[in-house]
Every structure is written in structure tokens, then in C-alpha cells.
């Protein structure tokens, strides 16, 4: 399996951001994907997580702004990320759990300027 990560880059706060992050190897639909970001010095976290049914479940820092969405014919996750905050600077990954596996994807640095 492999996870590929893009849309990153360096934007002012209040703008928006499109992550993509196309899957190869295993179709993801019966499985969790999940969004993570890690700042500079800090633990990586959790941030949203998209499930086979569609559902979809948000840390509270990102709840309301970003969106996590699926195109199940392209393998393809997206994150939407709207009203993009200095605090949502990190580099942020996709992973894929299967069972007791877990992938991830090489990351994308997004930068937003105060």
C-alpha cells in the first residue's frame, strides 16, 4: 500500500487549502482514513477520519473548518481546509488502518502566515 499526500503550501490565515492523498495498492473504501498533522517540536496528532460508511469525525481545533471527503473510483481522500489558522502550520499526513496495519503517507507541509 501506498498513501501520496499533495496540495500542501504556504498560504495567509483565512485562506483555504485542498489536501489530496490517492491510495495505491489496496482500494480504501472498507477501511478508516484519517487525517494527522505535526507542528515543529510537537507530537503529531489526530485530525479528522473519514469511515467506510462516509461518516466522518473531527478533532475540536479543526471541527466546522475542515472537511474530510472521499472519491471511492479515484482511491482518493481529500481534506478541505477552510479558515486556516498560524496554529493549523504543520505537516500533515494521511494513514490508512487495515486491521492491525497502519500506512502513511510521505506528508505535506502546510504553512499559514499570520
Known amino acids: 500500500v501506498q498513501l501520496q499526500a499533495s496540495g500542501g503550501g504556504l498560504v495567509q490565515a483565512g485562506d483555504s487549502l485542498r489536501l489530496s492523498c490517492a491510495a495505491s495498492g489496496r482500494t480504501f473504501r472498507d477501511y478508516d482514513m484519517a487525517w494527522y498533522r505535526q507542528a515543529p517540536g510537537k507530537e503529531r496528532e489526530w485530525v479528522a477520519t473519514?469511515?467506510?460508511?462516509?461518516?466522518?469525525n473531527y478533532a475540536d481545533s479543526v471541527k466546522g473548518r475542515f472537511t474530510v471527503s472521499r472519491d471511492v473510483a479515484k482511491n482518493t481522500v481529500y481534506l478541505q481546509m477552510n479558515s486556516l489558522k498560524p496554529e493549523d502550520t504543520a505537516v500533515y499526513y494521511c494513514?490508512?488502518?487495515?486491521?492491525?496495519?497502519?500506512?502513511w503517507g510521505q506528508g505535506t507541509q502546510v504553512t499559514v502566515s499570520s
Open positions: 473519514i469511515v467506510p460508511s462516509g461518516a466522518t
Open positions: 494513514n490508512l488502518k487495515i486491521a492491525s496495519l497502519s500506512y
